[in-house]
Every structure is written in structure tokens, then in C-alpha cells.
């Protein structure tokens, strides 16, 4: 029988990266978009051992005419969008390249769609971020968007390109809105990724505290893993819908330090108030956080928590992780990077 054939975009970032071996132990064909690089990034496609199984092609996402010459080329049965400028802090410096990328590129794809007539399933990569700072306790598939950032303004108005185009041209268009999700293959600027790198390399190699913005924000935060075949099952189903995707719970950086430290034996104590807070570990007084204004943003999102009755209803998602798992995950995994021959950094 002949393979289904996907097209990821974004396929070396960490849900890319999830994404593809996901496809591939499905039996997909997956081709994926890389943009040039002055180096070969494809150290999350390398450490899940999957280089050599993907047709790889080459372009920035905003290029219409390249990424219309290979969509029209491999002709896949689906896309899924998960190219993005991701990192929200960036957002307030660089607003019109967040735009570009995150709003006219998906533009552009559905007109491919379109223009082409194709039958292709499309996935795009909407975030809780659009919610910003909701009044709402659990945020679900209807709750009013408040975006606080260029990036979700960006990531809203794709949002709802999706749903329009779904509702005008009925194409198999679809958006999951997923809350913040983690992973040993996070990128090193996110906090979870920072916190737990930052405080095995306290521990194992003596580096310097860790420098981190505000620790009250809270988010509802899982598993990467969990979360691609949550994208995976909104392909499948008869119809395409938005779905929310997310645990269910929420907790604060803080709360993410405290239990981080817990799997490597440290005992946290916080003193101080505001930029003068620090957090050292009682037993051996070594410094590990310093608080920096740097890392606090133009505005906050101050907490997130999502509902995904939805999807857990109507296509039977399930995560494995809870929270205690993916920060152990985290945790231990790093650990065993810095002991093995080859060291992986993302
Ligand atoms: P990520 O690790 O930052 O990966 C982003 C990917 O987009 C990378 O492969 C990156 O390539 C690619 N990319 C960025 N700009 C590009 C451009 N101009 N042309 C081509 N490729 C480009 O992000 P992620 O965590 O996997 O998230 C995947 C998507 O889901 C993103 O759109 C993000 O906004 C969205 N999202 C993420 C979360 C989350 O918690 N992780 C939650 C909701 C939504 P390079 O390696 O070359 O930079
Ligand atoms: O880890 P973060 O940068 O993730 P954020 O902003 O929630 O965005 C991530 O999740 C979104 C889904 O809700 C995605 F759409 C988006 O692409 C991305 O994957 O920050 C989390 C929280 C924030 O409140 C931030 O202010 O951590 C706080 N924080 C405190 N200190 C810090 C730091 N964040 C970062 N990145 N670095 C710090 O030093």
C-alpha cells in the first residue's frame, strides 16, 4: 500500500522533531522544512535517531513560491504548521518578523491549498497564549482570545485565518490550541529548559546560578510527546475542529524549581523580595537562582490553565505525563546527557 506522505514545517524544533518519529512509526512518508543555517541543527532529529528516515527541503517559510513548488511537488496528504517565531519575549523586540512568519506564512499555505485545489489536511499550531490574561478559571475552545503579545496577536489572527478558511472552503483545516508543553528537546531560552539545565549544571559541573524574570507566572504545562499525538488525532477524526489541549492543571515557575530540585536532592529556600529575591539550597548554601529584570516581559501572562474536555471526550487523548513525570523527565534525561560521549544541546 502506498505510504501517506506529511509535510512538517518546523521539523527540527522540538515538536517537529516529536511529530516526525511519531509519523514514521506510523508509517508516513515525512518530508520536512529546514531554513539555511550556518550549521546543521538537527541535533533533536539526530538524538531521537530519525536523520536518515526524512526527506528534508530547504526554505524560509515566508517564501510563497517555494513552499508552493514543494507542496506541489510532494503532494502530501497532510501538512502540519509548526514552524514558528515560538519564543514570546522575542515577540515584543522583533513584532513585524513574528508577524511574517507566524501569520502571513500560514496565510500563504492556505491559499497553496486553495489556489491548487488540493485535498491536503492542514494543522496549524495555534497557542494558550492567545488567551493572555483570561478572568476565565479554565480556559477552553470558547473562552475570548486577549492576546498580550505580538506573538499571540500573530498566532490569534492565524487562528482565525483557519477557522475562516474552514468555513469557506470547507478544507480538512484544523487548529490545536495547545498550552505550554515540555520536553528534554525544549530550546534552552524556555524557562522549564532553563531551570532544569541550570540547576544540573549547579550541581555536576559547578556553573553559575541561574538567571530567571518572574517566578509567580503560572502555566498548565505536559508533555511534548503527549501533545504531537494529540496533533496527530485531530488529523484523524471525520472532521476538521479546534481543540484544546493541555492537562488540566496549572502551577508556578516556583512550584516548577521546588520539584525540579526534589529529583537532585537540593532543598530550596527563597529569601528576599522583588529583583532582590535569590534562592539557595539550604544544605550547602550554593546559590541557585538570582531573580534579573531582564527576563520580565513588557506584560505577562500570569497564568494559564486549560480544559481539554474536549478532546479528551471526543477523540480519546490521554497524556501519560503529569507534572511530576516531565520535570523527572527533564531532569533525568539532562543528567544523562552530561554523562554520555555524545552531549546534545538545543
Ligand atoms: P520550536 O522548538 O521553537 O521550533 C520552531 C521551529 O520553527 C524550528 O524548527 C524553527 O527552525 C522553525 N522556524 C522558525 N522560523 C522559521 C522560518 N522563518 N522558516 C522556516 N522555519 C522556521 O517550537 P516548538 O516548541 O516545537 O513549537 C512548535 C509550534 O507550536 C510553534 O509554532 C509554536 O509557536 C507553537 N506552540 C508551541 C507551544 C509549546 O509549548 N511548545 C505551545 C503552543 C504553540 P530553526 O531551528 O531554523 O529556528
Ligand atoms: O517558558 P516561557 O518562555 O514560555 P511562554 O512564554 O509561556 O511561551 C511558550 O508557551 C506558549 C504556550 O502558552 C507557546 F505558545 C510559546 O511558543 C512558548 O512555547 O515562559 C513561561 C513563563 C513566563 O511567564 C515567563 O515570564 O516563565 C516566565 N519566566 C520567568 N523567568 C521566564 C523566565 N521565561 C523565560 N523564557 N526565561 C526566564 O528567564
Redesign the pocket.
Known amino acids: 500500500m502506498k505510504k501517506k506522505v506529511a509535510f512538517i514545517?518546523?521539523?527540527?524544533?522540538?515538536?517537529?522533531?516529536?511529530l516526525a518519529k511519531f509519523l514514521l512509526d506510523k508509517n508516513y512518508s515525512v518530508h520536512g522544512?529546514?531554513?539555511r543555517?550556518s550549521n546543521s541543527?538537527l541535533s533533536?532529529i539526530d538524538y531521537l535517531n530519525i536523520i536518515n528516515k526524512i526527506t528534508f527541503h530547504s526554505?524560509?517559510?515566508?517564501e510563497f513560491k517555494n513552499i508552493e513548488d514543494i507542496i506541489k511537488k510532494i503532494k502530501p496528504d497532510v501538512i502540519y504548521?509548526?514552524?514558528?517565531?515560538?519564543?514570546v519575549q522575542y515577540s515584543f523586540n522583533n513584532p513585524s518578523y513574528t508577524f511574517?512568519?507566524?501569520l502571513h506564512?500560514v496565510l500563504n499555505m492556505l491559499e497553496i491549498i486553495r489556489r491548487n485545489k488540493l485535498d491536503t489536511k492542514f494543522y496549524q499550531?495555534?497557542?494558550?497564549?492567545m488567551y493572555g490574561n483570561s478572568n476565565v478559571d479554565l480556559q477552553n475552545e470558547n473562552t475570548i482570545f486577549q492576546p498580550a503579545s505580538p506573538?499571540a496577536i500573530s498566532?490569534t489572527a492565524a487562528h482565525h485565518l483557519v477557522v475562516n478558511y474552514r468555513a469557506n472552503y470547507k478544507g480538512f483545516f484544523c487548529s490545536?490550541?495547545?498550552?505550554?508543553?515540555?520536553s528534554f528537546?525544549?530550546?534552552i531560552e524556555?524557562v522549564t529548559k532553563k531551570i532544569t539545565d541550570g540547576l544540573v549544571g549547579i550541581i555536576h559541573e559547578n556553573t553559575k546560578p541561574i538567571r530567571l524574570g518572574n517566578l509567580d507566572a503560572k502555566r498548565d504545562?505536559g508533555f511534548?510527546g503527549d501533545?504531537v499525538e494529540a496533533m496527530y488525532l485531530m488529523m484523524h477524526y471525520k472532521k476538521p475542529d479546534d481543540y484544546v489541549v493541555a492537562t488540566g492543571q496549572t502551577k508556578s515557575i516556583r512550584e516548577f524549581i521546588i520539584i525540579a530540585c526534589s529529583y537532585l536532592g537540593l532543598c530550596p529556600v527563597f529569601e528576599g523580595e522583588g529583583l532582590n529575591e535569590i534562592c539557595y539550597d539550604k544544605k550547602t548554601n550554593k546559590k541557585l537562582i538570582i531573580i534579573d529584570k531582564k527576563y520580565f516581559r513588557a506584560q505577562e501572562v500570569h497564568r494559564l490553565k486549560g480544559d481539554p474536555s474536549k478532546i479528551k471526550k471526543t477523540l480519546k487523548w490521554k497524556p501519560k505525563y503529569n507534572f511530576e513525570k516531565l520535570v523527572e523527565h527533564m531532569v533525568k534525561s539532562q543528567i544523562d546527557n552530561l554523562n554520555s560521549k555524545k552531549k546534545f544541546i538545543?
Request: a neutral charge.
Open positions: 514545517t518546523g521539523i527540527n524544533g522540538q515538536d517537529g522533531a516529536y522544512l529546514l531554513r543555517s541543527k533533536r526554505s524560509e517559510l515566508n504548521n509548526l514552524a514558528g517565531q515560538s519564543f511574517d512568519i507566524n506564512s499550531a495555534s497557542t494558550s497564549e506573538y498566532k490545536g490550541i495547545l498550552f505550554n508543553h515540555e528537546l525544549r530550546g524556555f504545562w511534548a501533545y538545543f
